[in-house]
């Protein structure tokens, strides 16, 4: 009894606290309770595969790509084996500061910042965690040497195999093929791209962009067994073979590709041409000098420097394709696509006659022949024979008079101001002026004057605010060549599999069939025959003596380039006359007059053509040209520009 009423009592703010603090244990104990029950009873099998995974590595085996064939089957692209400066992630240190210390060592061995080496690292693992991150690719033996007698100082740093794009002839096609690079993060939500990852590579321009698709192949994977360290501790547990790309075979001609290109670098300025198949599109050859070493682009790092050279003016922009993306007035070429406006608007038929008295006047403005010529009176095909300026001027002058927009309908039908669809990326439309088009900017004061009968009569021949490409000239000349099928272009021809068998012919229809009257279209063939292989004809110096009956249309255009005047250069060719099979078409930028700079162009592509399908050359009813480059004599009248519109 007494000890009981000795012994202190604890104070209540004491008890409340530990009272405070038993509850608190008692609620961290709980919870670590009940998680700890969470991850081993009810999260266990999650993370004890988990766990196993960790052991396990996955290695991406790159698929080589498809390879690019020529019509012949012969290779055009194709692939060969490189060395790859690869990081293992998991194998990299796992102090941050070690991996920093690495990655500046690295940096100053292979050229590459530090900062670049994180970023690789961080978009090529963002989805792959453990998937090879490629630095560099194509990498010297010296490097592997290096890296290898110091391995110790590299961790995670390897040397592999991979393929890159390989090109046997060189900077050939080089605008066609286009080139392979890394996917962009951009593009890795594109749905065409639906399933690969940073570090892949895809085609980013020509041929390879277009067909991405067949040519890009399916990487297979290897699963090997890991350490906590990242080293491989036993032999392969699954691996999955990648599957090639298909081959894809071109409809280019090799010869008519090499001709063409010789031709046209033999000039100082930039220039392009097209040769197509006039029934079916096929491109037959395809090019636009100066050109680019498409080799470039297997470099992991593209120097700033490089990339200016390849997009500059100052350069002439090598990857600019001028064949599609050219813009230019086209000059006296044009005429047979007015003549055939007039003819089937029905304001003139191929007997009326026009006197070319060596002038045109209209709103008080005088407009000569080129050269000061005078032809007097002048039916249809002698006016194309001759290129007769007057002629045409006139015939603008009708069609503007006769109302409606016949002159752009017809050019628009044949294929003028709006893209072709060939299957190459990149492209433009051009501009085809209309009266629609001028008057809606007159209107919004973006120029001085509404339409009036002067831009008919400078589109008439082919001036005037008119922008246009080889492609789509040739596309026009082919339907009329064809009797009214525009064609779309195609460089694809059939798709392949790594065997040889065929997995799809790629031969589109025409875009539309348009209704020319057969005489109307004998008639401007006739006037460019005659242009081309009578004495007289704008073009007889380059293509008289041609063995082939064949058909042409020269051109000199007035194009400023930063306020200077200077000549454009064209050349439109169909052969055999007078069922042509195939059109060429040529530009050169300042290239002068037509018959002297384009003309004996076509001459050198047709040339090739004809030596390579002697059998064609038979069924024309003449025999295979020899070879040579031709000169051309003195230009005669081809069918000069006018001057400003009125």
Same mark, same amino acid.
């Given at each position: 009894?007494?000890?009981?009423?000795?012994?202190?009592?604890?104070?209540?703010?004491?008890?409340?606290?530990?009272?405070?603090?038993?509850?608190?244990?008692?609620?961290?104990?709980?919870?670590?309770?009940?998680?700890?029950?969470?991850?081993?009873?009810?999260?266990?099998?999650?993370?004890?595969?988990?766990?196993? %995974? %960790?052991?396990?590595?996955?290695?991406?085996?790159?698929?080589?790509?498809?390879?690019?064939?020529?019509?012949?089957?012969?290779?055009?692209?194709?692939?060969?084996?490189?060395?790859?400066?690869?990081?293992?992630?998991?194998?990299?240190?796992?102090?941050?500061?070690?991996?920093?210390?690495?990655?500046?060592?690295?940096?100053?061995?292979?050229?590459?910042?530090?900062?670049?080496?994180?970023?690789?690292?961080?978009?090529?693992?963002?989805?792959?965690?453990?998937?090879?991150?490629?630095?560099?690719?194509?990498?010297?033996?010296?490097?592997?040497?290096?890296?290898?007698?110091?391995?110790?100082?590299?961790?995670?740093?390897?040397?592999?195999?991979?393929?890159?794009?390989?090109?046997?002839?060189?900077?050939?096609?080089?605008?066609?093929?286009?080139?392979?690079?890394?996917?962009?993060?951009?593009?890795?939500?594109? *749905?065409?791209?639906?399933?690969?990852?940073?570090?892949?590579?895809?085609?980013?321009?020509?041929?390879?962009?277009?067909?991405?698709?067949?040519?890009?192949?399916? %990487?297979?994977?290897?699963?090997?067994?890991?350490?906590?360290?990242?080293?491989?501790?036993?032999?392969?547990?699954?691996?999955?073979?990648?599957?090639?790309?298909?081959?894809?075979?071109?409809?280019?001609?090799?010869?008519?590709?090499?001709?063409?290109?010789?031709?046209?670098?033999?000039?100082?300025?930039?220039?392009?041409?097209?040769?197509?198949?006039?029934?079916?599109?096929?491109?037959?050859?395809?090019?636009?000098?100066?050109?680019?070493?498409?080799?470039?682009?297997?470099?992991?790092?593209?120097?700033?420097?490089?990339?200016?050279?390849?997009?500059?003016?100052?350069?002439?922009?090598?990857?600019?394709?001028?064949?599609?993306?050219?813009?230019? *007035?086209?000059?006296?070429?044009?005429?047979?696509?007015?003549?055939?406006?007039?003819?089937?608007?029905?304001?003139?038929?191929?007997?009326?006659?026009?006197?070319?008295?060596?002038?045109?006047?209209?709103?008080?403005?005088?407009?000569? %022949?080129?050269?000061?010529?005078?032809?007097?009176?002048?039916?249809?095909?002698?006016?194309?024979?001759?290129?007769?300026?007057?002629?045409?001027?006139?015939?603008?002058?009708?069609?503007?008079?006769?109302?409606?927009?016949?002159?752009?309908?017809?050019?628009?039908?044949?294929?003028?101001?709006?893209?072709?669809?060939?299957?190459?990326?990149?492209?433009?439309?051009?501009?085809?002026?209309?009266?629609?088009?001028?008057?809606?900017?007159?209107?919004?004061?973006?120029?001085?004057?509404?339409?009036?009968?002067?831009?008919?009569?400078?589109?008439?021949?082919?001036?005037?605010?008119?922008?246009?490409?080889?492609?789509?000239?040739?596309?026009?000349?082919?339907?009329?060549?064809?009797?009214?099928?525009?064609?779309?272009?195609?460089?694809?021809?059939?798709?392949?599999?790594?065997?040889?068998?065929?997995?799809?012919?790629?031969?589109?229809?025409?875009?539309?069939?348009?209704?020319?009257?057969?005489?109307?279209?004998?008639?401007?063939?006739?006037?460019?025959?005659?242009?081309?292989?009578?004495?007289?004809?704008?073009?007889? *110096?380059?293509?008289?003596?041609?063995?082939?009956?064949?058909?042409?249309?020269?051109?000199?255009?007035?194009?400023?380039?930063?306020?200077?005047?200077?000549?454009?250069?064209?050349?439109?060719?169909?052969? *055999?006359?007078?069922?042509?099979? +195939?059109?060429?078409?040529?530009?050169?930028?300042?290239?002068?007059?037509?018959?002297?700079?384009?003309?004996?162009?076509?001459?050198?592509?047709?040339?090739?053509?004809?030596?390579?399908?002697?059998?064609?050359?038979?069924?024309?009813?003449?025999?295979?040209?020899?070879?040579?480059? +031709?000169?051309?004599?003195?230009?005669?009248?081809?069918?000069?520009?006018?001057?400003?519109?009125?």
């Amino acid at each position: 009894m007494f000890g009981e009423r000795e012994r202190p009592l604890m104070p209540a703010q004491f008890a409340l606290r530990v009272a405070i603090l038993s509850g608190f244990a008692l609620v961290v104990f709980s919870i670590i309770f009940f998680r700890l029950w969470y991850l081993q009873v009810l999260s266990g099998d999650k993370y004890l595969k988990q766990a196993k %995974n %960790n052991q396990v590595r996955e290695v991406t085996v790159q698929a080589p790509r498809g390879e690019i064939l020529d019509r012949q089957g012969s290779v055009l692209v194709d692939n060969r084996t490189a060395l790859a400066l690869q990081l293992n992630p998991t194998e990299l240190p796992g102090s941050h500061r070690r991996r920093e210390r690495e990655f500046a060592r690295l940096g100053q061995v292979i050229g590459m910042s530090p900062t670049s080496i994180r970023k690789q690292l961080h978009q090529q693992t963002k989805d792959v965690p453990a998937n090879p991150v490629t630095l560099q690719r194509d990498v010297g033996y010296d490097l592997v040497y290096y890296l290898r007698e110091n391995q110790d100082s590299y961790p995670g740093v390897t040397i592999q195999r991979v393929y890159v794009r390989n090109y046997p002839d060189g900077t050939l096609g080089a605008q066609i093929y286009g080139y392979v690079r890394e996917i962009t993060e951009a593009q890795l939500h594109e *749905p065409r791209y639906q399933g690969l990852i940073p570090g892949d590579q895809v085609g980013q321009s020509g041929i390879e962009n277009t067909y991405d698709n067949v040519l890009r192949g399916t %990487n297979g994977q290897t699963r090997v067994q890991v350490d906590a360290a990242g080293q491989p501790t036993g032999g392969v547990l699954s691996e999955t073979q990648p599957k090639p790309g298909d081959n894809l075979l071109l409809s280019i001609d090799t010869p008519v590709q090499k001709a063409g290109e010789a031709a046209l670098n033999s000039f100082s300025t930039p220039g392009a041409f097209v040769a197509m198949n006039v029934h079916d599109g096929e491109i037959l050859g395809l090019g636009s000098p100066p050109t680019f070493d498409p080799s470039v682009f297997t470099k992991p790092v593209i120097p700033e420097s490089t990339y200016k050279q390849l997009t500059s003016d100052t350069t002439g922009s090598p990857l600019t394709d001028r064949a599609i993306q050219g813009l230019y *007035p086209t000059g006296s070429t044009f005429k047979p696509i007015t003549a055939m406006a007039a003819l089937e608007s029905g304001v003139m038929t191929p007997s009326t006659t026009i006197v070319d008295g060596g002038s045109f006047t209209e709103g008080g403005i005088t407009l000569h %022949n080129a050269g000061g010529g005078a032809y007097g009176a002048l039916q249809l095909p002698q006016a194309l024979q001759v290129s007769s300026d007057v002629f045409f001027y006139n015939v603008g002058a009708m069609l503007y008079r006769d109302g409606g927009d016949a002159q752009q309908k017809w050019a628009s039908d044949l294929g003028i101001g709006h893209p072709t669809g060939i299957d190459l990326p990149g492209e433009v439309a051009g501009l085809l002026p209309t009266p629609a088009w001028r008057n809606k900017l007159y209107k919004e004061h973006q120029t001085d004057r509404p339409w009036t009968v002067g831009d008919n009569v400078n589109l008439a021949i082919g001036q005037g605010d008119l922008q246009t490409d080889p492609l789509q000239m040739a596309l026009a000349y082919a339907a009329i060549g064809n009797g009214g099928d525009v064609v779309r272009p195609h460089v694809g021809l059939e798709v392949r599999d790594p065997k040889g068998g065929v997995v799809q012919e790629i031969n589109p229809g025409p875009q539309r069939h348009l209704d020319i009257n057969p005489q109307y279209r004998q008639a401007i063939l006739e006037g460019i025959h005659l242009a081309a292989q009578s004495p007289g004809g704008t073009s007889y *110096p380059v293509f008289g003596n041609f063995p082939i009956p064949m058909a042409g249309k020269t051109g000199t255009a007035q194009r400023y380039i930063n306020g200077v005047e200077a000549d454009q250069s064209w050349y439109v060719a169909l052969a *055999p006359y007078p069922n042509p099979e +195939i059109v060429v078409a040529t530009t050169i930028e300042q290239g002068g007059f037509g018959v002297q700079a384009a003309a004996p162009v076509a001459r050198q592509i047709l040339d090739a053509y004809y030596n390579t399908h002697k059998q064609a050359a038979k069924a024309a009813g003449g025999k295979a040209p020899s070879q040579g480059p +031709i000169q051309a004599g003195p230009a005669p009248s081809t069918g000069g520009a006018a001057g400003n519109p009125y």
